[in-house]
């Protein structure tokens, strides 16, 4: 493809943003290259320096890393306007394909041939999240400290129930003060290896070496566009308490959603462990296996990772419906779920970016990501293990006291065609490289052969 020649409109602007939103399969790793390809290599918008210095802040905020970058990108050509359509147009085509297929499973996840299909995706999307664990590690892991942080993480996780926020929270403090006091092991700086390996000059770019002027904005007015953002996200959340109550659904849903946009670093693998903790374990909208099937949904369409939680939101009012019949209620509900995760995204942008430009280099930061970085490999190692157990056990068992809170299997209810399903799928991913999509489809089959026999 011809590369731009020059500064693109935004109804240009547009056409790109729209396709790589229904390109945008295979989590964020897988995203990220996408727009890298598109953005950097092909229309040479921006150049590697800076598409890697917007994704380094995107990963320091809580919320998809990936949706963040589009629309900071969307803002440094376009505004605030560019990056409200750059935003809004990488999660509009999962927005559809979740709610589809979310009133499909509501409807219908009870029945023998669904009931098959979700069961074989459980074993693919395990093998995923360990792929994902092992890529983000060969990365992040780059000495003994990283290794520590990530062990130390996983441990206090699995093993305590350490809530998530204050692992990540612990590991950008101890990142910053270890730069901070000149430890060689946090010199490195940090960020995704997923661009790939073109290195594309800022100046032989559209944008070019400095900020845009039109991107040059002063305080007031990023102040007041925040403002703007931060009414739209909380007036909902707001409004819903006030008039249902805390007890209602929507307002369980409206807290917990701002709560999770709020305090979820260390994207897509690493907020799933925070949300299916919470989702299932103390509200109670789903169950360990329909978490795993929500998550094999959005990895097989287009879209941020995350968009599994407007499926966590659509269950749990489909549920629990109150007045509403239960497809109303799930339809809100998942919308409602949708609106306070994603507004956030764009006030974080809205209100750091300008300033964040001027921050070409920092080590702090950049060492502060690489220890959460490094935290996150241990937050996603105890998800695949999480899941693990539910997919090949047909029954888990939660041990406290002492000051351990963990789940161990019960050997005897081992589920031998939930083994030999999650066997196949890893040997696809890491023998043969089979990617995700052909996974999850390999595996949708084989649970159909097999009947979905156990299936949980």
Not at 89 to 109: C, N, Q, T, W
Not at 228 to 246: D, E, S
Not at 262 to 279: D, I, P, R
Not at 283 to 299: C, H, I, R, S, T
Request: aromatic share 10%; charged share 10%; proline share 4%.
């Amino acid at each position: 493809m011809m590369r731009d020649t020059h500064f693109p409109t935004l109804a240009e602007a547009t056409r790109v943003w729209a396709r790589i939103g229904l390109l945008s399969f295979g989590g964020p790793a897988g995203q990220i290259a996408l727009m890298h390809r598109i953005l950097v290599e092909e229309r040479r918008w921006l150049g590697e320096k800076r598409f890697l210095h917007a994704l380094n802040y995107c990963m320091l905020l809580p919320g998809p890393e990936a949706m963040q970058l589009a629309v900071y990108i969307g803002w440094l050509m376009h505004r605030t306007l560019g990056g409200i359509i750059a935003g809004a147009l990488f999660v509009l085509p999962g927005v559809v394909a979740i709610m589809a297929l979310s009133v499909v499973y509501g409807l219908y996840g009870d029945v023998g041939v669904v009931e098959a299909a979700f069961f074989g995706l459980k074993a693919a999307v395990l093998a995923i999240v360990v792929q994902a664990v092992i890529r983000i590690g060969s990365r992040a892991l780059a000495n003994g400290a990283m290794v520590a942080i990530a062990a130390a993480s996983f441990v206090a996780i699995f093993a305590f129930g350490v809530p998530f926020p204050a692992i990540i929270a612990a590991a950008g403090l101890i990142g910053f003060l270890g730069a901070r006091a000149g430890l060689d092991a946090f010199q490195g700086g940090g960020g995704h290896d997923a661009v790939g390996k073109a290195r594309v000059a800022d100046s032989d770019t559209i944008l070019g070496e400095e900020t845009p002027e039109h991107a040059q904005v002063d305080r007031a007015y990023a102040w007041r566009v925040s403002a703007i953002f931060l009414a739209l996200w909380l007036t909902p959340v707001l409004l819903l308490f006030a008039l249902l109550g805390r007890e209602h659904v929507f307002s369980h849903i409206a807290g917990f959603f701002s709560v999770m946009a709020v305090v979820t670093f260390g994207g897509a693998y690493a907020v799933l462990a925070y949300v299916a903790q919470e989702a299932v374990q103390n509200y109670g909208w789903l169950q360990p296996g329909e978490m795993l099937d929500g998550l094999g949904m959005a990895e097989t369409t287009p879209g941020p990772l995350i968009m599994v939680t407007q499926f966590v939101g659509f269950m749990g009012a489909f549920r629990d419906p109150g007045a509403l019949s239960p497809l109303t209620a799930g339809a809100l509900g998942g919308l409602l779920t949708t609106w306070v995760t994603f507004t956030p995204c764009f006030l974080w942008i809205f209100l750091g970016a300008p300033f964040v430009e001027r921050l070409r280099e920092n080590r702090e930061l950049g060492a502060a990501l690489t220890a959460i970085t490094a935290a996150v490999v241990g937050v996603i190692l105890n998800l695949a293990v999480w899941f693990g157990l539910h997919v090949a056990f047909d029954e888990v068992r939660n041990v406290t006291g002492y000051g351990f809170d963990l789940d161990l299997p019960v050997l005897s209810t081992l589920n031998p065609a939930a083994a030999l399903l999650i066997i196949a799928a890893l040997i696809a991913v890491f023998r043969f490289r089979v990617g995700p999509v052909t996974v999850l489809a390999g595996c949708a089959v084989a649970g159909l052969a097999l009947g979905g026999v156990g299936a949980v």
